[in-house]
């Protein structure tokens, strides 16, 4: 008896997964045209943010002057030189970047010892965070940290 219960148990549940995996195979995909003007609207959507925040505090902040980095940027160029655990230049700037409470990816702007990371805060406030490279300590620490409100 508790054999039969067993192996009917194991068949209900494999005809259940097997459901599942079919019902989630049969959902529409999105078409090519479609899946790039949603890229193009999240890229409009992500520089309107930008735009907001480097208005909001006066930053003169262009492509000549700085280089946009993403976290995945980050991480790349961290493999790239070895990936050692113990880099503290990029533990601090994975830190700061990870610092959370922000509604959509922070945007981080570099150049030679110094950074900026944008944001906007779930409720709209804008967030500046003034980077700076201290080379003696061998990490990049937060010197200023300003908030305002912004656009929605």
Not at 18 to 33: E, F, G, I, N, T
Not at 59 to 67: A, G, V
Request: net charge positive.
């Amino acid at each position: 008896m508790k054999k039969t219960f067993y192996i009917l148990s194991i068949f209900i549940l494999c005809v259940s997964i097997q459901h599942v995996v079919h019902s989630q195979s049969d959902a529409p995909r999105l078409s090519s045209d479609c899946l790039e003007e949603r890229k193009v609207r999240d890229e409009k959507y992500v520089k309107n943010i930008i735009q907001d925040i480097k208005s909001t505090f006066n930053l003169n902040i262009d492509e000549h002057s700085f280089w946009e980095v993403s976290k995945r940027d980050l991480e790349a160029a961290h493999l790239m030189y070895g990936g050692k655990e113990n880099d503290s230049y990029y533990n601090s700037l994975t830190k700061i970047y990870d610092s959370g409470g922000f509604s959509e990816q922070p945007s981080l702007f570099v150049r030679a010892q110094e950074a900026f990371l944008l944001y906007k805060e779930k409720d709209n406030i804008n967030v500046m965070k003034r980077l700076k490279l201290d080379v003696e300590k061998g990490e990049w620490l937060v010197i200023k940290t300003k908030k305002k409100k912004g656009k929605k």
